[in-house]
């Protein structure tokens, strides 16, 4: 079975500071990984996602994450934080094939200060 | 597009009433999910269907609950009786099938059950 774990239920930066989202997987193949956002009283909206091209991937709004099968990491960085930033993260996992479900992460929620 | 779209957004009804929340994916999109999202549990996934057919259900609460996918561009979640506990956003999401593809996830529906 595919499971994430996302370290850091509350993470808070300074604006202009990096940010660092913390996500590892278990897989018994190889994964699928996404990282998602939810703004408040929004649905959740897709950052990026690694689907076995690239290990390093560019999402939206200056957000990457890099594939490491060695650590079994998909962190979500960003060189510098915004105040817009401010907004809860979901890692989550899909298996390969023509699997459908994903398993998402308990989430991390980002708070950016001045 | 309109992306996925939810009805009601807010719900608030008495404790024993039916609640009957609806979904409209984004058109072309084969598979459907239906989430449940409270601070105490997250997000959990509670159905999913694949060419409008259930797949899994094991995230139904119990049989309260129910879910049907009676076209490709509609669905819905049905509680009754409702319970207090049933106090949650719901949240429909929708993709094409297949391990590659993310979910699009509506706006989701606020249910306060009283």
């Known amino acids: 079975a595919q499971s994430v774990t996302q370290l850091g239920s509350h993470v808070s930066v300074s604006e202009g500071a990096l940010v660092l989202l913390r996500c590892n997987y278990s897989s018994s193949v190889p994964p699928y990984l996404f990282w998602y956002v939810q703004y408040p009283n929004q649905g959740l909206q897709l950052l990026l996602k690694y689907t076995s091209a690239a290990t390093l991937v560019k999402g939206i709004n200056g957000f990457e994450a890099e594939f490491k099968k060695s650590e079994t990491s998909f962190h979500l960085t960003k060189p510098s934080a915004h105040m817009s930033d401010a907004a809860e993260y979901f890692c989550a996992v899909k298996k390969g094939g023509t699997a459908s479900k994903l398993t998402f992460g308990t989430g991390t929620r980002l708070q950016v200060t001045l | 597009d309109a992306g996925v779209i939810q009805s009601p957004r807010h719900e608030v009804t008495e404790m024993g009433q039916e609640v009957t929340l609806r979904c409209k994916p984004i058109?072309?999109?084969?598979?459907l999910f239906w989430y449940r999202q409270t601070m105490m549990r997250g997000l959990e996934l509670l159905i999913y269907?694949?060419?409008?057919?259930?797949?899994?259900d094991s995230g139904m609460p119990e049989d309260r609950f129910s879910a049907k996918m009676p076209n490709a561009s509609f669905s819905t979640l049905k509680i009754q009786p409702s319970e207090p506990r049933d106090s949650a956003v719901y949240f429909c999401?929708?993709?094409?099938?297949?391990?590659?593809?993310?979910?699009?996830f509506g706006p989701g529906t606020r249910l306060t059950v009283t």
């Open positions: 999401a929708s993709s094409l099938e297949g391990a590659a593809y993310e979910q699009y």
């Open positions: 058109s072309g999109h084969n598979s």
């Open positions: 269907f694949n060419n409008n057919v259930p797949i899994d």
